[in-house]
T-cell receptor, first 109, second 113 residues
């Protein structure tokens, strides 16, 4: 079965420092990977997906099939990046989206 | 387009009662998924519906059930509530199932006393 692991429950960084939120997955095929974000008092929303290869709000994520990872990165953290971040995997076929347990990012001024 | 809506937003129930939560997807979206969100477990998948058919079910007891109507609106029901059912229940919709972006509602916060 597919599994998504986010090893850090909480990540605290200073404003202006680089950020890397880790995501590892277990799936042998070709998954679709997503990062969803939940800001305080807002609904969960898509941040980015690997197939689009976009940079959203300065965040990027690269799918590394060899290491089965999809880490989320931003070179300079901003206070407004403080939120809960979830990595998610979608496998082909009749399977639901699988979420990691999330990482709370706290950017300290 | 209006986003995903969920009603009610807040509920307080006592153990043993049952509850029904409602979700209206984005217009044109035919796939609806339900999740339970708790601080300890994060997002746990409950069900996925498409065209009134349940495509997938998560690892939850039979007390949790759901359905989807012809207009794609969905309901989930929890019978014989337990304290551990206290959580935020999220609904998400997408055009079709599969590798589509899911759009989430604000959630229904259920407190079981």
């Amino acid at each position: 079965a597919q599994r998504v692991t986010q090893p850090e429950k909480l990540l605290s960084v200073f404003k202006g420092a680089p950020v890397e939120l880790k995501c590892n997955y277990s799936y042998s095929g070709s998954p679709e990977l997503f990062w969803y974000v939940q800001y305080s008092r807002q609904r969960l929303q898509l941040l980015l997906r690997h197939i689009s290869r976009e940079s959203i709000k300065g965040f990027t994520a690269d799918l590394n099939k060899g290491e089965t990872s999809f880490h989320l990165k931003k070179p300079f953290a901003q206070e407004e990046d403080s939120a809960m971040y979830y990595c998610a995997l979608s496998a082909p076929g009749n399977t639901p989206l699988v979420f990691g347990k999330g990482t709370r990012l706290s950017v300290i001024a | 387009k209006a986003g995903v809506t969920q009603t009610p937003r807040y509920l307080i129930k006592t153990r043993g009662q049952q509850v029904t939560l409602s979700c209206s997807p984005i217009s044109g979206h035919r796939s609806v998924s339900w999740y339970q969100q708790t601080p300890g477990q994060g997002l746990q998948f409950l069900f996925e519906y498409f065209s009134e058919t349940q495509r997938n079910k998560g690892n939850f007891p039979g007390r949790f059930s759901g359905r989807q109507f012809s207009n794609s609106r969905s309901e989930m029901n929890v019978s014989t509530l337990e304290l551990g059912d206290s959580a935020l229940y999220l609904c998400a919709s997408s055009l079709v199932p599969g590798r589509e972006t899911q759009y989430f509602g604000p959630g229904t916060r259920l407190l079981v006393l």
